[in-house]
């Protein structure tokens, strides 16, 4: 290795590749790899934010058995998980289909659609608040069909659930382009065979495009189940920081924000609870790999 | 050559049922499945759409305006940009864009520079422990950041930054993804041309900067692209570190205003368009890069 470069036509600095990693790896170490060995560690701990605290073995994990909060927590985020994942696996697809003919103006469609992905979190959450306010649009569209105003955002359920589709909604273009690009790849001799032995319409979707993007589906799958399991903005925003009528609909995210921020937070507690959306997370996507497997044989 | 030559009598035999509107492979659209599309495409652009614009039009409502009729009013009466001058009024809104440009500039320039860098070192040197060294931006990408964020909370008061729009850029300023992907597009080139430069005597930095950056430039687009929406839309981590309202970005800053002032709906709906309408431009004029940086994130991440 010395020897090659020493006849190299000009020396290159033996220490470069590492200066040129340097800020990255530097950056990545600190901000994310010790917090994460520091969140492993702060979960067996009674740290607050100005107390150090000791080590306090399993109690943390003790009491969250025994946290109402906490199993509220975990039930919204999983319920998240089971009602948003299916939409944003099947909705995107049938999107992408409407989309991926070149008919004319379909690239002035297929930028509009993706406008929510683009738009902070914030802004959406705020922009439904209005929407789906007492006396916001919606309510007025279904007094004026006769069916009477609904109250969206005060209702424990239907604040969860208006939330998930603001969820939903927003994913919705970023899957769809994903889902294009999987599509374009689908050779057009299956669907023209299928065509010709008399398939139609949804038929030849169950049977040619569904297969074709089984992959594609398995991967959007995984991503939405992990970005559904950490939910925080979209139900902060809307049913406010204390989480809706008696904290009820809390999140697991809202729970470690909450717990854990400020000068009496709990860190050792608010890193327990964040060990547990990160087992959940890595579950998660090893769950959606070997179904994924499990299809395949 | 030959399949194009099998194909052409197929579509021949077609021709004469007056083709209008063909797809992509030259396949003739039928009318009534194309009205059927357009129907679909308008109603999904209503739903997609139309909350921006019934935002823009509740901003531009004056304060006489009844903006809770049944049935609903679409347009204002009378527009005005009362509301806009108001939300200055109310909270310090040209402030808090301006910390979110300086939050959003500077992940842009921090994520350009450092994951080019990395990138490179990843992709191109020669020396032992590029494996770990690679194995460290991929862990650190699997590492969900809602997981740690209190950790980097304690991390940033350890170090002093907390409140500051420095700690607000410095935990995402070098992404791990971002990394991957400049590694990627590095690993793409052909080696032959930093060979020619590496004889005619270009040293690394040279050969970095010269050769290698350049040819990447889309990606580099698509890092810039996404580093500085992540940044302009960020929500969790700005509303953790900062606690000083005049350090708010615009997303904590609406936020807290409609916390406070939640039942001016035209306050609030005039703070969002100022929040949304710079983006909303970005992907207007750089569509193309926002398309890209969805399939290589998707597929490498």
């Known amino acids: 290795m010395t020897t090659s470069t020493v006849t190299r036509v000009r020396r290159q600095l033996p220490s470069s590749p590492w200066l040129f990693a340097a800020p990255g790896l530097l950056i990545t170490g600190v901000f994310i790899l010790y917090p994460f060995v520091s969140t492993v560690v702060n979960a067996f701990t009674d740290r607050r934010t100005l107390v150090p605290g000791k080590f306090v073995g399993l109690a943390n994990f003790r009491e969250l058995l025994h946290d109402d909060m906490f199993w509220i927590g975990l039930r919204n985020s999983a319920l998240y998980v089971v009602c948003v994942v299916p939409a944003l696996v099947v909705l995107p697809l049938l999107l992408a289909l409407l989309v991926r003919k070149n008919i004319p103006g379909i690239t002035f469609f297929r930028s509009a659609f993706y406008t929510p992905v683009v738009a902070s979190i914030v802004v959406v959450g705020l922009i439904w608040v209005w929407l789906l306010d007492e006396r916001g649009l919606v309510n007025s569209l279904l007094e004026t ?113 909450r717990t854990g921020t400020g000068l009496t937070g709990r860190v050792g507690y608010a890193s327990a609870i964040s060990l547990v959306v990160f087992v959940v997370t890595v579950a998660l996507m090893l769950l959606v790999l070997r179904a994924d497997r499990r299809d395949e044989s | 050559m030959s399949v194009l030559q099998k194909a052409r009598p197929v579509s021949r035999t077609e021709a004469p049922r007056e083709p209008r509107v063909t797809d992509e492979h030259g396949r003739r659209i039928r009318v009534g499945e194309l ?42 009466g009378h527009p005005t940009l009362h509301n806009y001058e108001r939300v200055a009024d109310t909270i310090p809104v040209w402030d808090y864009a301006l910390n979110s440009l300086k939050v959003a500039a500077a992940n842009v320039v921090t994520n350009c520079v450092g994951s080019a860098l990395a990138g490179y070192a990843l992709a191109r040197l020669r020396y032992r422990g590029r494996r770990v060294a690679t194995l460290v931006f991929i862990l650190a990408m699997l590492v969900p950041v809602e997981g740690i964020i209190i950790a980097q909370f304690t991390t940033m008061r350890e170090l002093g930054l907390n409140n500051t729009l420095i700690g607000v ?98 306050l609030v709906a005039a703070g969002t368009v100022i929040a949304v309408a710079p983006l909303i431009a970005l992907f207007a004029c750089l569509q193309r890069y926002f398309f890209r940086g969805v399939g290589e994130g998707a597929v490498k991440g």
């Not at chain 1, 023209?192 to 949804?202: F, K, P, T, W």
């Not at chain 1, 074709?212 to 189940?225: D, F, K, P």
């Not at chain 2, 791990?176 to 080696?191: C, D, K, Q």
């Not at chain 2, 005597?201 to 692209?225: C, D, H, Y």
């Open chain 2, 169 to 266: 850029v410095l935990p995402g300023c070098v992404g791990a993804m971002n990394v991957l992907l400049m590694r990627n597009a590095f690993r793409n080139l052909p080696y032959e041309i930093e060979e020619a430069a590496y004889v005619d005597g270009a040293n690394v930095w040279q050969r970095f900067l010269r050769v290698a950056l350049p040819s990447v430039r889309g990606t580099v687009a698509v890092v810039a692209i996404f580093a500085f929406m992540g940044a302009w839309d960020d929500f969790l981590w700005p509303l953790i570190v900062l606690s000083d309202p005049s350090k708010f970005t615009l997303t904590i800053g609406l936020n807290y205003l409609h916390g406070t002032f939640a039942n001016d709906e035209r």
């Open chain 1, 145 to 257: 069909v006769g069916v009477g105003r609904v109250g969206f955002l005060s209702d424990q359920w239907l604040l969860l659930f208006s939330a998930m589709a603001v969820t939903v909604w927003k994913g919705l273009g970023y899957y769809m382009i994903i889902y294009l690009a999987a599509l374009a790849n689908v050779p057009r001799e299956l669907h023209e065979a299928a065509s010709v032995d008399g398939a139609g319409a949804i038929r030849r979707f169950l049977t040619v495009t569904v297969p074709a993007v089984r992959s594609t589906m398995v991967l959007v799958a995984a991503l939405s189940s992990v970005a559904a399991f950490k939910v925080f903005s979209e139900v902060y925003l809307m049913a406010g920081p204390s989480g809706g009528p008696a904290g009820e609909d809390t999140t697991l995210v809202m729970l470690v924000q």
């Open chain 2, 35 to 76: 009205v059927v599309r357009y129907v679909l495409l308008l109603a999904v652009l209503a739903l997609t759409v139309g909350p921006f614009l019934w935002q823009l039009s509740t901003s531009l409502k004056g304060p006489t305006e009844d903006i809770f009729s049944s049935p609903p009013t679409f347009l204002p």
